[in-house]
């Protein structure tokens, strides 16, 4: 069982950054491939970035490679999405999400989730 807490949302105006953490809880942290995801009113949750449990292999969605960075600590069994460049295209209720196995940017396969923290970027 993993417990996900997501951190770091607010306002923030395009072109300026923030960073998003996700704290989880278990000894088994580093077993997990994380992602983040996002979804915004009236669409369906979109998948981001993926890290793999090392930390060694990084993924991103076409629409933010370039401007954002997953990271994660697994002695602190926390992971990081770093977002720069932001734009009002990136609102969004970003979530974390936790799967064992290898990367998939299907939510559905992502079997634990956070409660999710919210992005706002205004023009």
């Known amino acids: 069982q993993v417990q996900l807490v997501e951190s770091g949302g607010g306002l923030v105006q395009a072109g300026g950054s923030l960073r998003l953490s996700c704290a989880a809880s278990?000894?088994?942290?580093?077993?997990?491939?994380m992602g983040w995801f996002r979804q915004a009113p009236g669409k369906g949750r979109e998948f981001v970035a993926g890290?793999?449990?090392?930390?060694?292999?990084?993924y991103y969605a076409d629409s933010v490679k370039g401007r954002f960075t997953i990271s994660r600590d697994n002695a602190e069994n926390t992971v990081y999405l770093q977002m720069n460049s932001l734009k009002p295209g990136d609102t969004a209720v970003y979530y974390c999400?936790?799967?064992?196995?290898?990367?998939?940017?299907?939510?559905?396969?992502?079997?634990?989730w956070g409660q999710g923290t919210q992005l706002t970027v205004s023009s």
């Open positions: 999400a936790a799967k064992g196995g290898t990367y998939t940017q299907v939510a559905r396969d992502y079997l634990y």
């Open positions: 278990g000894r088994t942290f580093s077993m997990y491939t």
């Open positions: 890290i793999s449990s090392s930390g060694h292999f990084t």
